[in-house]
């Protein structure tokens, strides 16, 4: 007699929170930095000031990420709790009403008038909040909002990032700093293009021409900005 197990699946979706800050904030690190020492570099700065300017660029990054990260998720956080208690109010007013809201739900997903109301009723009897917020709000435990996670995340990877491009202001001689400061960033924004793209089970050139090339626009931009106002001052 043939013995069926269970196995646990591990879905790339159950990352999507820590993942997205995570990249984020590592990418912001690299770009925002660089493109600071760069354009610091460029106005013919001595190094002293580029390596202050890179540090300060590093610590108010990283608070500002951490800070932007936390409301913003606190944002959607706060919205799936309304939403959330809007329906507990709307199941203990009318019950009859919900199931026929979740059994629509799964009529249009293809599952017959009797079985969805049968399911609907079974779903709502173990855990009526649960089974609306799944399956009417689109809120789930792998996706719900967490503000602290995303915020910490964002903070340390962008401190992470950051670190890169500004330990080459310290190992690279001053005429040559903006050519191999430029080099050395795009090398990482490609790295972490292809660590993000592997984590998330994403296509791996794709996302690695895509940071690189805002990256590189960003740090021209700079560049070019620095070296018009160094003429001009």
Same mark, same amino acid.
């Given at each position: 007699m043939?013995?069926h197990?269970?196995?646990? /699946?591990?879905?790339?979706?159950?990352?999507?929170?820590?993942l997205?800050a995570a990249?984020l904030?590592?990418n912001?690190g690299i770009v925002? %930095?660089?493109?600071?020492?760069?354009g610091?570099?460029a106005?013919?700065?001595?190094?002293?000031?580029?390596l202050?300017?890179?540090?300060?660029g590093l610590?108010?990054?990283?608070?500002?990420?951490?800070?932007?990260?936390?409301?913003?998720?606190s944002s959607?956080?706060?919205?799936?709790?309304a939403?959330?208690?809007? /329906?507990r109010? /709307?199941?203990?007013t009318n019950? /009859?009403?919900e199931?026929?809201e979740?059994?629509?739900?799964?009529?249009k997903r293809?599952?017959?008038?009797?079985?969805?109301?049968?399911?609907a009723r079974?779903?709502?009897a173990?855990?009526a909040?649960?089974?609306?917020?799944?399956?009417e709000?689109g809120?789930?435990e792998? %996706?719900?909002?967490?503000p602290?996670?995303?915020a910490? %995340?964002?903070?340390?990877?962008? %401190?992470a990032?950051a670190a890169?491009?500004?330990?080459?202001?310290?190992?690279?001689?001053g005429p040559k700093?903006?050519a191999?400061?430029?080099?050395a960033?795009l090398?990482?924004?490609?790295?972490l293009?292809?660590?993000?793209?592997?984590?998330g089970?994403?296509?791996m050139?794709?996302? !690695?021409?895509r940071? !690189?090339f805002?990256?590189a626009l960003?740090?021209?931009? !700079?560049?070019?900005?620095?070296?018009?106002v160094?003429?001009?001052?």
């Amino acid at each position: 007699m043939a013995r069926h197990t269970l196995h646990a /699946e591990r879905h790339l979706v159950s990352r999507i929170g820590w993942l997205r800050a995570a990249v984020l904030g590592a990418n912001d690190g690299i770009v925002s %930095t660089a493109s600071l020492i760069i354009g610091v570099a460029a106005a013919a700065a001595k190094s002293s000031d580029i390596l202050v300017a890179g540090a300060a660029g590093l610590v108010a990054g990283a608070m500002s990420m951490a800070a932007g990260e936390y409301v913003s998720v606190s944002s959607q956080s706060d919205t799936e709790r309304a939403d959330l208690d809007r /329906e507990r109010k /709307e199941l203990g007013t009318n019950v /009859e009403a919900e199931v026929r809201e979740l059994a629509g739900i799964y009529i249009k997903r293809g599952v017959d008038p009797a079985t969805a109301e049968s399911v609907a009723r079974q779903m709502m009897a173990k855990d009526a909040l649960a089974a609306h917020a799944h399956d009417e709000l689109g809120i789930s435990e792998m %996706t719900t909002a967490r503000p602290i996670q995303a915020a910490l %995340t964002s903070a340390a990877t962008f %401190t992470a990032g950051a670190a890169l491009p500004l330990a080459i202001v310290l190992l690279t001689p001053g005429p040559k700093l903006v050519a191999v400061e430029a080099c050395a960033s795009l090398l990482f924004l490609a790295l972490l293009g292809l660590i993000g793209a592997r984590a998330g089970g994403a296509p791996m050139l794709k996302a !690695t021409l895509r940071v !690189t090339f805002w990256g590189a626009l960003a740090m021209a931009m !700079t560049a070019g900005i620095g070296a018009l106002v160094g003429t001009a001052v």
